[in-house]
């Protein structure tokens, strides 16, 4: 089985390409921020506001375009809070439209494993009526959480592979 590892966090880590968007970029007032933990893990942490129509926090990582071939799932090693988060890519980094899955969380260390043909097509929310993902490209993957109330958050990080 191929398996690509997209990204492998440790205390090594170089987080150039990871960057926040919170709800700022809209008017809103939520905030996050994403760092490495003093055991290596990527840290996405903050507090959902909603005021000025805010309402969501997310942190994205951009990279070269990966042409995948004959890949299944998106592995990810993660460890919540209990809330409810989105797991988004691009096939494009300049596209508008992202394909979204969302997935619960619990306390524990857990690996999450993500269907390609599941990550439906989204804008700001709303689900278009274009095709599930394919799988084919990917230049783009974001993390974020927005589940129409005000929350603090911690998602905690480890590695996220594609097989």
Known sequence: MNVIKVFDFNLES???NWKVVNDAVMGGESESKFYLNTNGIGT???????????G???VKYVFGPLLLKSITHFCIRLKGDGK??????KTNRTDSHSYVFPFQTSTDWQR???PITELYPAFR???LNLPNYDGSNLEEIT???????????QLLIDGIEIK
């Open 143 to 153: 993390f974020l959480i927005g589940n129409k109330k005000e929350e603090s958050f």
């Open 125 to 127: 929310g709303q689900k």
């Open 84 to 89: 409810q988060y989105q797991f988004r890519v």
């Open 56 to 58: 969501f926090c997310a």
């Open 14 to 16: 170089d987080l150039e």
């Open 44 to 54: 996405f942490k903050g507090k959902v506001s909603l005021e000025n129509n805010g």
């Open 112 to 114: 999450i494993e993500i």
